[in-house]
Structures are given as C-alpha cells and as structure tokens.
C-alpha cells in the first residue's frame, strides 16, 4: 500500500540525460547550467533520489463536457533534490507523444511548483487514505486554468485524490486535497464558465433596439 512511483520508459531516461549534457550553449556555460548537467551525472535516472512521474492534461472542452474521462499523458518529469543547501531543487519536463514511443527533451524548471511537488508528495504520503490505497503519481497540468496539481491515482478504484498546487480557482485551496468527485466538479464549472466568456467574446448578444451598423 502507499503512493507508487511509475518508472518512465528508456527512451524517455535517454532524452533527459542527452538534453541535460546538451544544453543551449549560454544556459551550458553558466552556473545554473553546469549544476543543471553535474546533477545529471550524480543523479541517474531511476535512482531513488530523482522523483519521477507521468505528466497529464485535457483539453477545455474536454473538461467541461467530461471531466478527466480524457485526460492524457504528455510528459515525464524530473524532480530532482538539492546537493547542498545552497542549491535548489529543480525538475525537468521530457515530452512524449500519443503511442508513448517517441520523446523529445522539452525543458528545464525552477521555482515554487519544484519544492511544492515535493511537499506536497510528503504531505500525501502521511495521509490515512494514502496508507490503506495504492496511489499511483502523476500530475495534472491545465495551462488554460493555471493549474498544476498532484494527482494521485486509485489503482483499485475511482478514490482519486487531488492537491493542488496553487490557488487556480476561488473554490480550490491551495496545498489542500481533494476528492475526484469534489475536483471534477470544481474544474468542469470553471472550464464552462470559461468558455461561455470566450462565447460571449467572439459573440456579444446585440443589445435590444440598437441600430444595426450602415453599410
């Protein structure tokens, strides 16, 4: 029982070692670089130090006609840990396409959703529910709603259990869990109400007894 750690395919751990030992010549010469490849070297793929798990996302109206029924894989990502306490904790993102065969490096990432992912893995591992299920890890990312949350998913039933990350709805807090039933509910009103905005946009409702335009 607990919160299980999918291990990503080899191709995928070849794209990320090849990317971090290839880095845009700047980024390769700077400082953030040269730790960005040294920690590819002292952290393997696989190794228990690197947190590595499967990246999801749905499209809008996706989400607001069914949930998460359709979510897919777009990536692995790469967390890995501070060398000493003057480094930072970083991740970085490998693409991977429908059939999960081909994988391209897509990018390195700083700041605040790095050790929030590692906080609120810790979090969910104390949790009761977490002890007595299978979880499997993964994150959802919706860039249209600015959201990026842990998911962990029930691997004997539908008891999904969710973290956002940061604030991305008034009725999500962050770093708070969450059912699947509760999430789904929040995430497909404000994926509705978002696209009737961008309805009511391209369409303004023409107001009554305006003159229509002259020709």
Do not use: C
Request: charged share 25%; net charge negative.
């Amino acid at each position: 029982m607990g919160i299980k750690k999918k291990n990503p395919p080899a191709k995928s751990e070849q794209a990320l070692v090849e990317g971090l030992n290839n880095l845009p010549p700047g980024l390769a010469r700077s400082k953030k670089g040269r730790f960005f490849a040294e920690s590819a070297t002292q952290f393997k793929p696989g190794s228990p130090n690197v947190v590595q798990h499967p990246v999801y996302t749905v499209s809008l109206q996706e989400l607001a006609e069914s949930g998460l029924a359709n979510a897919k894989q777009i990536s692995w990502r790469y967390v890995y840990p501070k060398r000493n306490k003057n480094d930072d904790e970083f991740a970085v993102e490998v693409a991977t396409d429908e059939t999960g065969q081909n994988h391209a490096f897509l990018n390195t990432e700083e700041g605040d959703f790095v050790p929030g992912t590692m906080s609120a893995i810790k979090k969910a591992e104390r949790l009761e529910r977490s002890q007595k299920h299978d979880y499997e890890l993964r994150v959802l990312k919706i860039p249209s709603i600015y959201l990026f949350a842990l998911w962990l998913k029930d691997e004997q039933g539908s008891n999904d259990i969710f973290v956002p990350l940061a604030e991305a709805s008034p009725q999500l807090a962050a770093k708070e869990e969450y059912s699947k039933e509760e999430f789904e509910r929040i995430l497909r009103q404000d994926a509705q109400q978002q696209l009737q905005a961008h309805e009511q946009l391209q369409f303004p409702e023409e107001n009554e007894g305006s003159t229509p335009p002259t020709p």
